[in-house]
């Protein structure tokens, strides 16, 4: 079965970096995800598609701040020099089988 | 500049039907597929459906298949979700979603978003 699964929380000084981390299920760790932020009472945003061999494609406007690498079955996002806007909430997606997937989510803090 | 708005949602008995419309602009409707996506009050994303951009295959969550039917018109380049037999638990905003290919893949563009909530 295809699972994307997220920790819950994490959290970063700001002006710090962070990376968050969504694991691909055993047997789908070839697997590209997409990557999506969304802030506080807001629709998600598309950040970027993340490949297995890290290689990224990012959305319209997103900045260089953001960026994405691969190890395994992990897509991770980094997330450089934080802001307060980048507290929100992130969630990975992928596809396959007839199916769409969605992470769990994690809930970024900026402190 | 691609654009997706929905529309439609409004409050529904348990029970009840309700049809959502997005439309769509600012790129080639019918090369791309489009999905819809909802998030209950407080919690995560949830795919429902996606309909490929020639509209020949649709794909559905099992939590709406049987419910719920995708569809597009590509003259009025618009998507729709047909939504029956409602029930307390599809209370969510619901989101039109564009796709990065023809079949289904990742969310490229969203929209902003249409409120239902079924109660009686």
């Known amino acids: 079965q295809l699972v994307l699964t997220q920790s819950p929380s994490a959290s970063a000084s700001l002006g710090a970096s962070v990376k968050l981390t969504c694991t691909l299920s055993?047997?789908?760790?070839?697997?590209?995800v997409a990557w999506h932020q969304q802030q506080p009472e807001k629709g998600p945003r598309y950040l970027m598609k993340l490949n297995s061999d890290g290689s990224h494609y990012k959305g319209d406007g997103i900045p260089d701040r953001f960026s994405g690498s691969s190890s395994g079955a992990e897509r991770h996002l980094t997330i450089s020099r934080l802001q307060s806007e980048d507290e929100a909430d992130y969630y990975c997606q992928t596809w396959g089988a007839d199916t769409v997937v969605f992470g769990g989510g994690t809930k970024l803090t900026v402190l | 500049e691609v654009q997706l708005v929905e529309s439609g949602g409004g409050l529904v008995k348990p029970g009840g039907s309700l049809r959502l419309s997005c439309a769509a602009s600012g790129f080639t409707f019918s090369d791309y597929s489009m999905t819809w996506v909802r998030q209950a009050p407080g919690k995560g994303l949830e795919w429902l459906s996606s309909i490929t951009g020639s509209g020949t295959y649709v794909y559905y969550a099992d939590s709406v298949k049987g419910r719920f039917t995708i569809s597009r018109d590509s003259a009025e380049n618009s998507l729709y979700l047909q939504m029956n037999s409602l029930r307390d638990d599809d209370t969510a905003v619901y989101y039109c979603?564009?796709?990065?290919?023809?079949?289904?893949?990742?969310?490229?563009?969203w929209g902003q978003g249409t409120l239902v909530t079924v109660s009686s």
């Open positions: 055993s047997g789908h760790t070839n697997y590209a």
């Open positions: 979603a564009k796709d990065g290919t023809g079949t289904y893949s990742y969310v490229d563009y």
